[in-house]
């Protein structure tokens, strides 16, 4: 059975940095997409970033340049780098692999 656990998040002024980790256990995830998605409350669940297992990596627009996701096979750990963080970024971060979901973390950013 997948489970997924998410570590970091917090608050951080607009212009700061926060990175989250997502520890996955259950089995190998080398040969599985990894990626993370966020949520604002009221509003649907969007998709932020994808660490392909061949290598390939794929942002939202509005977090290219800004956010990057990276894995760890050997701990089976995906990480996100969020750097120049705006207020509009803040929402509950979630790990999503093989159809199962984190329980999310929360990322704030002060204006």
């Known amino acids: 059975q997948v489970q997924l656990v998410e570590s970091g998040g917090g608050l951080v002024q607009a212009g700061g940095s926060l990175r989250l980790a997502c520890a996955a256990s259950?089995?190998?995830?080398?040969?599985?997409?990894m990626a993370w998605y966020r949520q604002a409350p009221g509003k649907a669940r969007e998709f932020v970033a994808i660490s392909g297992y061949l290598g390939t990596t794929l942002y939202l627009n509005a977090v290219k340049g800004r956010f990057t996701v990276s894995r760890d096979n050997n701990t089976n750990t995906l990480y996100l780098q969020m750097n120049n963080l705006k207020p509009e970024d803040k929402d509950i971060y979630y790990c999503h692999v093989l159809e199962c979901w984190g329980s999310g973390k929360q990322v704030t950013v002060s204006s």
């Open positions: 259950g089995r190998s995830f080398s040969d599985t997409n």
